[in-house]
Structure formats: C-alpha cells, structure tokens
C-alpha cells in the first residue's frame, strides 16, 4: 500500500446521491383542501391550505449514498519497458501484413508444374564433374579388358585362387573404383579433420597476435609473429589455454612491395648494417601494432633505413612518411642520405626546417625538424597526411619531442576510430625505456619494444686511472700518443662547448701543421721484424720492473721535509719520456701509462717533438658553426693525412663521422640549468650521463675494432654519473610550451600525458609569468570569495592578447612586442629587434679561430659598436640598439654581395645574420597573413635606422615583453660598510632575485649605469667556490613607465587627492595620481597617473562625475537642483544621507567605474539608476526624467 498523500478525505471531491423513493409513495391531496376551502366563503384558507405547500416533507430522513471515483494512477514507463512494448507492436504488424505480403508473391510465383521442372542449387554437380566422365570411361575399359582375358583364358589352366579368394580381390578392386568415383563434394571425417586443420592454420597465420608485455627482444627470431603454421592439436591447446580470443582488428595493412633501384655499391653497404637483418620482424610489429618503439644503439642504421622499409610496405603510396630529427643539421643530412641510397629525387624525399626546405606535393618521405611538426599539428590535429610518424633521437627528450609523444598517443586511436590508421614509432639510440612503458597515462597497453644490436665491431673502453681536472689539455695529450703510436683511424675527441673545441683545434694544428705547398709527403715508416718487437717488447718489461724497484728504494730513503707550495717548477718527466718512445702494444701503453706524473709535459716539450710528422687534418665541430664548415667533416681528407674532429655533444648521436676509430671522451658537457622560479640560467660543466657515454663509445667501431679512451677513472663512472640525462622539459621554462598547448585547448596542462611530466612549480612560474605579459587573465580573478570551487579550479583563460601572441613563432615576450609594434611604423623595427633577440651569439665575443692575439680585434669590435650606439635615445636603447644597427648594416652589405667581409671586419656572425634574415621573412608573412589592419609589410634590405622618437617607443614596447625582467641600480646611500659599497658600486637589483647582478662587460651602458633597466638574460658564471650573477641585452627605462605597461606588478598604496582625479572625455575613463610600488621588494616609483583601478573609490568618483554632467551632457540641467553637491559621493560622511547613500551602492554593487561599463548595463536594464537619480533631486518627477531615460545620446 502506497503512501497516503496529504489531507486526503478531503481531496476526494465525492459524489452524494440522494434516494427520493420515500417522498414519490406520500399521497398529497391537494384539490380537495382546496376545494373544501373555497366554500366557505371569506375563509377559504383558514382551514385548508394553498397552491405553494404542495410538497409534503418526508416523515423519515432520506435516504444517501456517497460515491467516490477512484482515479488509476498510470505507471510511467522506463525506456526499455517502452522498446520492449514498440518491438511487440511491430512484430504484431509484421503478422497482420504477412498474410498480404504472402498473397502478393503467389500472385507472382512461378507454376508448380514448371517448379518441378528445374534442378535444386544443392544437387547440381559443379566440382570434379570432368573427372567422374572419366571414371565411367576407365571403369567400361576395364570391365571389357577383363571379359577379353577371361575369354582367352578359356580351356587353360584353372586359377589357383579359390572362389572366395576370387570374390574377395574383386570386391576390394570394386571398393577402390568406388573410393575414386566417390563425389569429392561429399567430405568424410578424415577428409574433414585435414580442411578443419588447414583452415585452423591460415586463421592462426592471417590473424593478428595480441601484443605481450613490451621486453626487450634478445634474438632475431620475431617472437610476436607466427612464421611456421601448427598443427591441429597445437590450434586447440592454445584455445584453451586463452579464454578471450583476440579480436580481429578493424583495419589490417595490406601486404604490398615497393621496388627501389638501388646500385649494387648502396645494396652491398645495406647489407652490413644490422637492422638489415631484422627487417622483417621490425615490419611485422609495425604492422600489426599502431605505437612501436625501437631501440637500436648507435651504428644500426635505423634512422637511413626504416624510412625504406616503410616505402617499400607501401607506406608512402597514398600519404606521406614523416621523419622527425631533434636538429636541423641531422634533418638535411638524413634526408639526403636517404634519397641516395633509394636513387630518388630531392623532390620526392625532402626535408623541412624552420627557414628552408624543399618540399613539395610529390614528396613521399619528408624529414624535419620537431617543431615543425608541432606546428602542423596546430592546423591539422589528426594529420591527415601522413601514414606513419618517426620520431628518431627520442632519448635525447626534447621539449618538442615530449609534447609531440604526449599528442600522438591520443592522435594515434583517433585515427584509429576512423580506420585511416597512423602507426606511430618511436626510434632512440638509448632510451628510458620505463618512461613508454610504464606510464599508463601516456600508453594504456604498452606498445611493444624491439631492440636493434648495432655495433659492427667491437669498441674496447680504456679508463683513465686518475680524473684530471684539466680534461682540455688531458685530452690533447691523449690526442699525441694517439697520433704518435697507434696505426690509421681517425679520431673523435669530446669537449664541453665552443671555446674549448677552438683552443684545442689551434694546438693541434701548430703540434702537426698540414703543409699542401710542399711536395715532400710523410714516407710511410718501416715495419720493424718480429725479433726487434719481442727485443723491445722484453726491454719494455724491464724498465717497468726497474721503475717498481726505484720506487721501493726511494721509499725507504729518509728525504728531508720541503714545501712544494713554494715552487712553481713542473715535474721531471725525462724518464716516462723515454719510456713512451719504445713501440710494444700501443693501446696498452695508453691505457696502464696514464699516471698523472708521466704526462705533466709542458707545450713547448710536445711542440718541439713530436712523435710522428704526419701531418694531422683537425676539423671543428659545434651548432653555431655554418653549415659549410659543418659538412667539411664528411669531405675527403687530403692524402696523407689523419683526420681528427672535435667536437662538443652534437656529435653524439646526430652526425655519424666517417673513418672514426678511436674516440677521446672527457666525460663532460656544458649544461645550461634554469632557476625554476626566476629563470635565471647558470652554464655549468657536469658530467654526461651512462647512456652519452655510451653513445660516445659507440662512434669508434663504425668502420673497424676502434678503441674509446675515456678521461676519466671507473669509480667516477660507476658513482657520479647518472643512467640517463634529464629530459629538457623539466630543465627549461615553459611558458612558450603552456600558451601553445592552452591555445589548442589543453586548459590541465598538468593533466597533459608527458613521458616525463615538468614540475608543478615550473608550469606555476610559466602561468604566472603569462598573465605578466597579459596573455592571460588575472589569477586573482579566480581566487575571489565569491567564486565557487568549481570556478577556482579552472585555469585563467587565454586572452585575445594571447591567442595572437601564440600565431609567432618566437618567445611570448617578443609576440607581444610584436602585437603591440602596429603604430607609428614601429613594425619594420620590432620584427628585425625580435630576429636578432631570437637568435643566439648574433656578435662575436672573442676572435674565433684566430691564431694571433684576440684582444685588439675584440676592442676593435666593442668601439664599433659603441659607435653605434652613443647618444640620446640610440644609447638609452642600449644593446638592442646595436642589433638593430648591425643587421641592418649586414643586409645592406649583403644586397651590395659583401656581406662576408663586412662581417669579419665587424665581428658578426654570418650563419646568424642568415638565420635573422629567414626569421625576418617568416615574421613577416605571420603579420601579413594574421594582421588585417597591416599595410603590406616587406622584408626592406636598407632599413633606415629609427628616429629618436622611435628609439624612445622602442624602449616601452621592450619594457612591455620584459616587464618581469626589470634591475634597478643598487642605492649606495642605504650601504654602510665601505667593502660592500665598493664591490656593489656598479650592482643593480633583480626583481625576482636577491643576489645583486653586474651589467655584461660587452655592454653599451656599462659606463653610463642607468638607474633603472630592462635585461634579456640573466646567468650566472662560477668563480672559484663563489658565484657571480650577470645579466645582458641592457636597455633604459623611465620608472614612471612601469604603472603603464607592468600594473600587475606595481602596488597601488595610495590614490592621492592631490592633483585630484580627472574624467577623460575622450576615454570614458578617470584618471588619477598613485603612490606606488613596483615589485616584491617595494622599489619606490615616482607619482604617476594611470588609469584607476577598479575599486568602491572609483565608483565613487565616477558618480560624482555622472552628477556633475561630465558623462552624460542631458544631465547637466539637473545640477542645480540635486539635494546634495556631487562631490559629496567622495567624502566619508555620504552614507549618513540615504539618497546619495542609495546611489552609491547602486554604482558599487554593479562595478560602474566608467562611461562602457555604465552604458553597457543600461543596454541590459534601462531603468538602471533612475530611482536613485530621482530621489537626489528637488521637485523632479520621475515623468520628467522617463522620457529620455537612459541618456544615452550624449555619448554618441
């Protein structure tokens, strides 16, 4: 029984029927009193009674019956109920209409006499039919064969076969024509087992396997496809043993083959490379799983050779295979190799960079850069051209890399879902492989790993004993022993960065110069015979027996105590001299003779003897190089000499060299680490990880056994090194990473699916460092009381400031230089300012590879650029400045073709001026493609310099991108200790940072110390156990401009009174004078005016100048009669009167504060503030003020 509902009697509204019967059966005799009463003259109604008592009321109560209808209450029913009804009535009328639909087909069905006529599908013989003709022949044939010698055996002797016998040999031969007459449609149950069998085996051959847990492939034998096919009984224990059969997947690659032409030279070259021999089972795992990862060490040939397996699979028929390299150089080279080795044209694999390429619609492999990549993906999400993406050099985690990890893994299934399938695969060198396979926010089923063993010869590591310190000059001499002593090969040597490749590539070109004027060649030396080696070999043994022994001896000699601190002389190394001289197993010598007190020579030793004359082919190698001098290493080396390339880690895995055998590791690199919070940047030589190490290794057995010297011992190997580097996401800043991703809609940016997620404080800096720069909204807008939970969860919202920012491709901070510069032809200027700030070591600092002295050419090129920079505005721009003039110089002399010479005369770069020239031109495009209101803007080779008051906008558009990067001179007044006030006397103040910095010493303003600038970059340099903090790109400001172009980081204590506010007419805005601060540390500003900012003040005063007639001009007639003065809104008695009281927090609770936002809200509700205007005046009837209410005609 249901729940009663509430007062329920009376809800029921019944029914009541009254039972009349009773009063029907009384007899009423109405004309006899009548008539009785009538004769008896006036008193006829005396006795009797009249007309209107003709009804008699009933004796007894009448009887009632009470009737309540009772209403159904309906069921709703729940949607399946429904389905299952709506099926029901359906079939009900597919039965109603069967009987109609059966007599419309007999109306058309053929006769049953001519039915009967015509052979059933299931008895016609369509299968061996020629076959049972020629049973019936060969039955006849031999029945009359047999009649024949049964009759000519007539009167012969009688057979010795019984009858029984007899009978029983014709009914097998009687069997037998029946078992091959028997109709081969008709399948008994062997004939069954063997189909069932066969068929089992092609289902088990054509379905896909489901992939395992992703281990490391140890053979070559595939163990994920299925080459041989089982037997019947293997088919049914492997169903058993698997509940869930896989199921058959919706799209399976076809099985096609490309042929290439290549030469037999390539093919033969193909051959050894070992990822050859894994070819098909590389191919079947791409095939039948979308995500693979390979992992081939250095030397397998998997970044020249996957691209041609997958061309060869028919990848590239109807899309484009797409190859991504971490660097530009690598992008070029592949690509060129690849084309090579395939005997196609340039146009059909091409290669795509960020300023060059050559792509074009019959591209079939295409290489390039992951940026570009990234930048596809931002027009076309799916990307739709491609059938297969390779990322190569995987292990190096990039920023980019990761990111494009991250979409791929969610591309990958969409593209799935609409059976267009991308396969993506993943290739390193080394590679972290727990960061795939583990993280199932990345990959929710591990793709499988495959790994590719590389090297084709083997590579012997020799430790040093001891770690030197100085790892430049340890390697220069391990690089003479080499050159010295051990036979042909060339040779690697790994450095940390630029300065230490050129200083070691001058010493060893004046150590073994190459002279190609002279005719005289180094005679090859004579093999000296076997018993002069074993001679040596015994006089070698000797000597080291007598070196132990003279150290046990001297052991046990008191010497007298000397402080060595006291001499500077270096160590006798006469002895281990003559000791290296004598030839036995040379790479045992370098590795067992490596004590420190056996090399301690000094460079005038080794420059005046020389082991060998062989003249010695030193090549350097670094990014900054220009892409000439990067492509000498792979051109012939002259005749006779030996090559030797050093270079810093872009030879690690990038660029294989040919005719490397031996390599020379110091064991460091250059690493440029980033404070998370500040960005600042410290350049800090560290140790490289096991796996660099590795790599480096790996480029000494290309071409032969090679030998990998490592500077440094095994225990700092083991201990101090770690397994693999940290991924550059994490190291980096990434606010260029987080507009990017905002922009494509990724709001969670932590949620986002990295390999190796950045830290929560990294994405915090990058968020806060964007609404800085206005790229998106104010976080304080979500941390407001009034906000829900929900509302403070969600990211800041990109603004429209933002989203154009995020169309360049440069920094966010020179996208808002750039978004700003579309006023007083600033353009032209800021695009070629962004190109040159963009690219790095645009100005030479120090005379590079120069065999003189560098001085005097580094103070010729510091006095030029004084030059140009040295008055008014141009020297308060400051080192932009410079940029600005030098390239613009440059282009001048390269559209007059001296760009070279201008360049070497004026210490530039001219790899970097070609790199600002293409950056310039792409720039350009974006803001002529992206800007509407843009006059055709052009790339103009004599760019006039800028005016002085262009110079001076310039300074408030750098001040509007580097608004977080603002230093103020340290105030010496406020230092009392002498010491301090001496080394802080040309110190400036950071505002994120407490250590005070020092201007470069290449700047501009070094000597002019501004008071308050703006720097591009801030780094520190160690000095000794302390450290310096520097900072660079130095321009001037004007403090007053900071409320103007930085409000989020200045601190408004006070509006001030006097000068009193005003109203902008032209704005709609008010103005006023603040106190204020700028920053953390509360560095004091001048009085400025800015805009006022949203506040119950602001309110306040724009209703004193609504009252007043200043907004609104149809207002002005009601001035004289307001109760109050306007200016009574301000003053701090106005609540006590509740008319202005009323008014005000009509203003305040609405946020009124200018003349958009009042007319915004009356477009919404046009009676807004005419109750509140109303009861401010005298003898003003709302009548009066309807008519023109909202006054919005004043404004127009």
Not at 218 to 242: D, I, R, W
């Amino acid at each position: 029984m249901g729940k009663k509902v509430y007062n329920a009697k009376a809800r029921q509204n019944p029914q009541t029927i009254v039972d009349n019967s009773a009063v029907k059966n009384i007899k009423i005799e109405t004309e006899n009193v009548l008539n009785s009463g009538k004769g008896k003259g006036n008193a006829n109604y005396a006795a009797g009674y009249d007309e209107a008592n003709a009804l008699v009321l009933p004796s007894q109560k009448r009887a009632t019956k009470t009737k309540i209808e009772k209403h159904q209450n309906v069921k709703i029913l729940s949607k399946k109920q429904r389905k299952h009804l709506q099926s029901i009535v359906d079939k009900k009328k597919k039965k109603e209409g069967r009987a109609q639909l059966l007599e419309d087909l007999a109306a058309v069905q053929i006769p049953e006499a001519e039915l009967k006529q015509y052979t059933s599908i299931s008895q016609v013989q369509t299968i061996g039919k020629k076959r049972l003709h020629t049973l019936d022949e060969y039955l006849a044939k031999k029945q009359e064969k047999q009649q024949q010698q049964s009759q000519a055996q007539l009167g012969r002797r009688v057979n010795a076969i019984k009858g029984a016998g007899k009978r029983r040999l014709l009914l097998e031969e009687q069997e037998a024509l029946d078992a091959k007459r028997k109709n081969p449609n008709v399948v008994d149950a062997d004939e069954s087992d063997e189909t069932t069998t066969d068929e089992s085996e092609d289902e088990q051959v054509d379905s896909p396997v489901p992939a395992p847990a992703p281990i490391p492939v140890p053979t070559p034998t595939p163990a994920l496809v299925v080459e041989q096919p089982t037997t019947s009984a293997a088919a049914k224990t492997t169903a058993a043993t698997k509940p869930n059969p896989p199921a058959t997947p919706a799209y399976v690659h076809k099985t096609v083959y490309v042929p290439v032409d290549r030469s037999d030279e390539v093919q033969a070259a193909r051959l050894r490379l070992p990822i050859l021999a894994e070819e098909q089972q590389v191919m079947e795992l791409i095939n039948e799983h979308p995500i693979v990862i390979v992992a081939g060490e250095t030397g397998s040939g998997k970044t020249t050779q996957l691209p041609q397996f997958l061309y060869e699979a028919g990848y590239a028929q109807h899309k484009m295979i797409g190859i991504t390299e971490p660097r530009r150089v690598a992008a070029i080279a592949m690509s060129k190799r690849v084309a090579h080795e395939m005997n196609l044209p340039s146009s059909e694999v091409s290669y795509l960079i960020r300023f060059e390429g050559n792509v074009t619609p019959a591209t079939r492999i295409k290489f390039m850069t992951d940026g570009v990549l990234l930048k596809e993906i931002e027009t076309d999400f799916l990307l739709s051209k491609y059938s297969v993406i390779v990322l190569d050099e995987a292990h190096e985690r990039s920023v980019y890399t990761d990111i494009l990890v991250g979409l791929l893994s969610r591309i990958v299934p969409l593209r799935q879902k609409r059976s267009t399938p991308l396969k993506l695969i993943i290739m390193s060198a080394t590679l972290r492989v727990s960061d795939f396979t583990e993280n199932t926010r990345l990959f929710k089923t591990p793709p499988p790993l495959i790994k590719v063993e590389a090297r084709q010869f083997p590579v012997t590591v020799h430790f040093q004993k001891r770690t030197p310190d100085d790892y430049v000059a340890e390697a220069y001499r391990k690089t003479l022993k080499i050159h010295s002593q051990l036979p042909e090969g060339g040779i690697l040597i790994f450095v940390t960065g630029q300065q230490e490749v050129n200083q070691l590539v001058r010493k060893l070109r004046r150590t073994f110069p190459y002279k190609p004027d002279k005719e005289a060649k180094q005679q090859p030396e004579t093999k000296q015979p076997a018993v002069e080696l074993e001679q040596q070999f015994e006089l070698k043994r000797v000597m080291r027996n007598l070196r132990k022994s003279k150290k046990k001896f001297l052991a046990q000699i008191s010497l007298p105590s000397i402080n060595l601190d006291d001499y500077k002389l270096p160590g006798d190394d006469t002895e281990a001299d003559m000791h290296s001289d004598l030839e036995g197993d040379p790479e045992d010598d370098l590795d067992v003779g490596d004590d420190d007190d056996e090399l301690q020579l000094d460079d005038d030793q080794q420059l005046s003897a020389p082991g060998t004359k062989q003249p010695l082919w030193v090549l350097p190698l670094y990014s900054l190089l220009s892409s000439e001098q990067q492509n000498r290493i792979f051109e012939p080396i002259p005749e006779g000499c030996r090559l030797c390339v050093v270079s810093t880690n872009v030879a690690e895995t990038s660029l294989t060299i040919p005719h490397i055998k031996y390599v020379v590791d110091s064991g460091r690199q250059k690493t440029r680490l980033y404070d998370k919070l500040t960005g600042v940047s410290a350049f800090v030589v560290t140790y490289t990880s096991k796996a660099s190490a590795d790599q480096r290794a790996g480029r000494a057995g290309r071409v032969s056994a090679g030998h990998c010297y490592r500077l440094y011992s095994s225990a700092v190997y083991n201990d101090l090194f770690p397994e693999f580097s940290q991924p550059d996401i994490q190291q980096k800043p990434v606010d260029d990473l987080m507009l990017q991703m905002r922009c494509m809609g990724i709001d969670r940016v932590l949620h986002f699916p990295f390999p190796s997620p950045p830290d929560a404080l990294q994405l915090q800096a990058a968020e806060q460092r964007l609404s800085v720069l206005g790229a998106l909204e104010a976080t304080a807008k979500n941390s407001t009381s009034s906000a829900t939970d929900k509302e403070k969860e969600l990211p800041p919202a990109v603004t429209q400031l933002g989203r154009v920012i995020s169309r360049f491709p440069v920094a966010p901070r020179y996208g808002k230089m750039l978004a700003l510069s579309n006023q007083f032809e600033l353009l032209p200027y800021t695009v070629c300012l962004v190109a040159a700030l963009s690219v790095q070591e645009l100005l030479v600092e120090t005379g590079v590879q120069r065999d003189e002295d560098v001085a005097p050419a580094s103070n010729n090129f510091h006095k030029m650029r004084l030059s140009w920079a040295n008055h008014g505005q141009y020297q308060l721009l400051g080192d932009p400045m410079v940029l600005l003039r030098a390239v613009g110089a440059a282009e001048y002399a390269h559209s007059q073709h001296k760009l070279d010479s201008f360049c070497a005369s004026n210490g530039l770069r001219s790899k970097a001026i070609g790199e600002v020239r293409k950056l310039r031109v792409q720039l350009t495009n974006e803001i002529n493609l992206n800007v509407s209101n843009v006059e055709s803007l052009c790339v103009d080779p004599q760019l006039k310099p800028p005016t002085e008051s262009q110079a001076r906008l310039l300074r408030q558009i750098l001040l509007a991108g580097m608004g977080d990067q603002v230093a103020r001179k340290v105030p010496l007044d406020e230092i009392s200790d002498k010491d301090e006030r001496r080394r802080l006397k040309y110190a400036y103040n950071c505002a994120d940072m407490e250590e005070p910095a020092f201007l470069h010493v290449s700047s501009v303003l070094k000597q002019a110390k501004p008071e308050w600038i703006v720097y591009q970059e801030a780094y520190e340099l160690q000095q000794g156990d302390s450290s310096k903090m520097f900072i660079r790109g130095i321009t001037a400001i004007e403090p007053e401009w900071l409320l103007v172009y930085v409000p989020q980081l200045c601190n408004i204590r006070q509006v001030k009174e006097e000068p009193a506010p005003r109203y902008n007419a032209a704005k709609g805005n008010i103005y006023c004078h603040v106190d204020a601060t700028f920053g953390k540390a509360g560095w004091e500003l001048p009085l400025g005016e800015i805009e006022m900012p949203l506040s119950e003040q602001a309110c306040c005063y724009f209703g004193m100048f609504l009252l007043e007639g200043s907004v609104c001009s149809k207002l002005a007639q009601f001035k004289s009669k307001l109760r109050s003065t306007p200016a009574s809104l301000i003053k701090s008695w106005s609540n006590l009167n509740d008319s202005v009281l009323y008014f005000k927090k009509a203003l305040i609770n609405q946020q009124i504060h200018s003349r958009q936002t009042l007319f915004d809200h009356w477009q919404r509700d046009p009676s807004f503030l005419l109750a509140e205007y109303q009861r401010l005046l005298y003898d003003v009837a709302l009548s009066e003020l309807s008519p023109f209410w909202p006054p919005l005609e004043a404004s127009k």
